[in-house]
C-alpha cells in the first residue's frame, strides 16, 4: 500500500472494531513554525524522558515505523501507533518506557520488514489489560508468519513481557542477551504463551545474561494448555548465561514447558552456572512429552539447582531422559521432584550429584543411572516400579561401591553387612527397589549393621553411603520381612 492509500484509508484496531481514520490538514502560521523550531531546539538540548505507548494498529509493513523516534509519540506515518514504531520510540527514550495494547489483536510480522527492533532501553510490554478472560489466553498475539526472525530480541538489561502469545517465528520466540529480565508472572494475565517457533522458545544466552526470571509461562503448549505447539527446545540457558531462575516458590510461579520437538529444558557451556528450575511441569502425557529429554545439563555447565524442598518439578512423559546430565561441573542438586513415565529417570556421566528426596516411578528403563562418574549421593529418595534397576551404576561409577547385604529382616528389626564405617539407608518396597524410605543404620569398623525399627515391607531393600568419597550403591537384593514369632510352651495337664 503507498502513503497516498494508507493516509486516506487507514485501518486499525480500535476497541475490537475495524474503523477508518482521516487525517485532517491545518495550515500551520509562521509564528507556528517559529515555536515549533524552538520545541525541536529544546527536545534535542534535553532527551524526552521514558513514557507509556499504547499499541492501537495491527499492521506491520513498511509504514508501521514510528515517524520521529525520540520525540516521545509513538505515531508512524498515518499517526497511529503500532507495535514496531513503539519499540522504536521506546528505544530512542531514556527510561523504562511501557507498552500496552487498546484491546486484543494480532500482529503478523512482514515478510519484507523482518524482525522487530532490538529491544535496546528498558522496556515493559504488558498485554495484561487485553488478556482474554473467556478463554484464559493471551489476548495479543505476536505472529511470525513462518518468516526468518526472531520474535522478541531483548538486549538491554530489565525488561519485563506479561500475556503475549508469541508463535511461529522460525528462530527463537524470544531472545535474551542480557540480565535482570522478567518474561511472565504468577498475576493474572500475564502469563505468556511461547510454542510453534522453530528454534527455542526462549533462548538466554551470553555472559552478559544473568539474574533472568521465567514465570508461569506455557512454552510448547497452544494457549488451552493441553495441545502441544513444538518449538525445538523450550528453554535454552547456554554460553555462559547464570544465575537465571525458571519458575518459583510462590504459588503459580512454574511453568508448563512441553511438546517441544527436542529438550524441555538445556543448559549448557562452560561458565553456565547457577541456573535453578522450581515448581516447573516439563513434559506431560501423550504428545506433551518432550521429544527427548525434559531436562538436559551438559557440555561444562555448572552447579545447576532442580528442584528444592516447596520447589520441586514434574519431569513427566518425556520420550527420553527424564534428565540428562553429561560432562558437568560444579555440583548438580536434584531434588523434591516427582519424575516418571520417562524413557528412564536420571542419567548421568557427571559427578558430584546430590539426588535426594524425588519420587522416581514407573519409567521405562532405569530410575537413576549412573555412568563412569564419581562422588555421586543418591539418598532418601522413593524409587519404585521403574522397568529397569532402580538405581544402576556402569562403568564402575561410585568406584564399585558394593550394594549392603541384608542378612535378617523382622517387622521390627534388620541387620546386615555392608561397606566399614559407612552409612546404610533402608527401604521398603514391593519389588526390589525402593519405594519407602524407612531410616538409616551406621555401620561399624567391622562392616556390620543392625537397626530396631517398624517396617512397612513387604519387601526390604538398601543402599550403602560411602560419606567420605560421597558415592551411593545399588540397592540391596531384596529380602522378605520374617514375621515376628514367641515361643509358646504347652500347658501341664495335670
Known amino acids: 500500500m503507498n502513503i497516498v492509500s494508507r493516509i486516506a484509508n487507514p485501518t486499525y484496531i480500535y476497541n475490537g472494531d475495524i474503523t477508518m481514520k482521516t487525517k485532517l490538514f491545518l495550515p500551520i502560521l509562521l509564528p507556528g513554525l517559529v515555536l515549533l523550531g524552538l520545541l525541536t531546539f529544546a527536545l534535542k538540548s534535553s532527551p524526552v524522558q521514558a513514557a507509556g505507548f499504547v499499541v492501537e494498529a495491527n499492521f506491520d509493513d513498511s509504514l508501521a515505523h514510528d515517524a520521529t523516534p525520540g520525540d516521545g509519540i509513538c505515531a508512524d506515518e498515518t499517526g497511529l501507533c503500532t507495535l514496531r514504531a513503539a519499540i522504536e520510540e521506546a528505544n530512542a527514550l531514556v527510561g523504562t518506557d511501557t507498552i500496552?495494547?487498546?484491546?486484543?489483536?494480532?500482529?503478523?510480522?512482514?515478510?519484507?520488514?523482518?524482525?522487530?527492533?532490538?529491544?535496546?532501553?528498558?522496556?515493559?510490554?504488558?498485554?495484561?489489560?487485553?488478556?482474554?478472560?473467556a478463554n484464559n489466553r493471551p489476548g495479543v498475539t505476536l505472529d511470525g508468519d513462518g518468516q526468518v526472525a526472531t520474535g522478541l530480541d531483548i538486549r538491554v538489561n530489565s525488561n519485563e513481557v506479561y500475556g503475549l502469545y508469541i508463535r511461529n517465528f522460525t528462530n527463537d520466540g524470544i531472545d535474551i542477551l542480557s540480565s535482570g529480565n522478567s518474561i511472565g508472572d504468577n498475576v493474572s494475565g500475564k502469563r505468556n504463551v511461547i510454542s510453534g517457533n522453530g528454534?527455542?522458545?526462549?533462548?538466554?544466552?551470553?555472559?552478559?545474561?544473568?539474574?533472568?526470571?521465567?514465570?508461569n509461562n506455557y512454552i510448547g503448549v497452544a494457549p488451552d494448555g493441553i495441545t502441544a505447539e513444538a518449538n525445538y527446545h523450550g528453554v535454552a540457558i547456554t554460553d555462559s548465561a547464570s544465575e537465571t531462575i525458571i519458575g518459583g516458590l510462590q504459588t503459580d510461579e512454574g511453568n508448563l514447558i512441553a511438546g517441544n520437538s527436542h529438550s524441555g529444558v538445556i543448559i549448557s557451556g562452560s561458565g553456565t552456572n547457577h541456573n535453578q528450575l522450581y515448581k516447573n511441569t516439563i513434559g506431560g502425557?501423550?504428545?506433551?512429552?518432550?521429544?527427548?529429554?525434559?531436562?538436559?545439563?551438559?557440555i561444562n555447565a555448572s552447579n545447576?539447582?532442580?528442584?528444592?524442598?516447596?520447589?520441586?518439578?514434574?519431569?513427566?512423559?518425556?520420550?527420553?531422559?527424564?534428565?540428562?546430565?553429561?560432562?558437568?561441573?560444579?555440583?548438580?542438586?536434584?531434588?523434591?521432584n516427582?519424575?516418571?513415565?520417562?524413557?528412564?529417570?536420571?542419567?548421568?556421566?557427571?559427578?558430584?550429584l546430590r539426588v535426594n528426596n524425588n519420587?522416581?516411578?514407573d519409567n521405562d528403563g532405569s530410575g537413576v543411572s549412573v555412568v563412569g562418574a564419581t562422588g555421586n549421593l543418591?539418598?532418601?529418595?522413593?524409587?519404585?516400579?521403574?522397568?529397569?534397576?532402580?538405581?544402576?551404576?556402569?562403568?564402575?561409577?561410585?568406584?564399585?561401591?558394593?550394594?549392603?547385604?541384608?542378612?535378617?529382616?523382622?517387622?521390627?528389626?534388620?541387620?546386615?553387612?555392608?561397606?566399614?564405617?559407612c552409612t546404610v539407608e533402608i527401604f521398603s518396597d514391593n519389588a526390589d527397589e525402593g519405594k519407602v524410605y524407612e531410616g538409616a543404620a551406621v555401620v561399624d569398623s567391622n562392616g556390620e549393621w543392625s537397626r530396631s525399627i517398624n517396617l512397612t515391607g513387604p519387601n526390604v531393600t538398601a543402599v550403602a553411603i560411602d560419606a567420605?568419597?560421597?558415592?551411593?550403591?545399588?540397592?540391596?537384593?531384596?529380602?522378605?520381612?520374617?514375621?515376628?514369632?514367641?515361643?509358646?510352651l504347652p500347658a501341664i495337664i495335670k
Open 199 to 215: 528454534d527455542t522458545g526462549i533462548s538466554i544466552s551470553g555472559s552478559a545474561a544473568y539474574g533472568n526470571g521465567v514465570f
Open 100 to 133: 500496552t495494547f487498546i484491546s486484543p489483536m494480532t500482529i503478523t510480522i512482514d515478510a519484507v520488514e523482518g524482525d522487530l527492533p532490538n529491544i535496546t532501553d528498558q522496556l515493559i510490554i504488558d498485554a495484561s489489560g487485553v488478556w482474554d478472560t
Open 338 to 352: 516427582t519424575i516418571n513415565g520417562n524413557n528412564s529417570g536420571i542419567v548421568s556421566w557427571g559427578d558430584n
Open 285 to 298: 502425557s501423550g504428545a506433551l512429552g518432550n521429544g527427548e529429554y525434559g531436562v538436559s545439563v551438559h
Open 468 to 488: 567420605s568419597a560421597n558415592n551411593s550403591s545399588e540397592f540391596s537384593a531384596p529380602k522378605t520381612i520374617s514375621a515376628n514369632f514367641a515361643v509358646y
Open 359 to 361: 519420587s522416581i516411578h
Open 378 to 421: 543418591i539418598y532418601e529418595n522413593s524409587i519404585y516400579d521403574n522397568t529397569g534397576k532402580g538405581i544402576e551404576m556402569l562403568q564402575h561409577a561410585n568406584g564399585d561401591i558394593a550394594a549392603p547385604v541384608i542378612l535378617t529382616v523382622t517387622q521390627s528389626s534388620i541387620s546386615g553387612t555392608a561397606c566399614a564405617s
Open 304 to 336: 545447576t539447582i532442580i528442584g528444592m524442598m516447596t520447589g520441586g518439578n514434574s519431569i513427566i512423559g518425556n520420550t527420553s531422559y527424564g534428565i540428562r546430565l553429561d560432562i558437568i561441573t560444579g555440583t548438580t542438586y536434584i531434588s523434591y
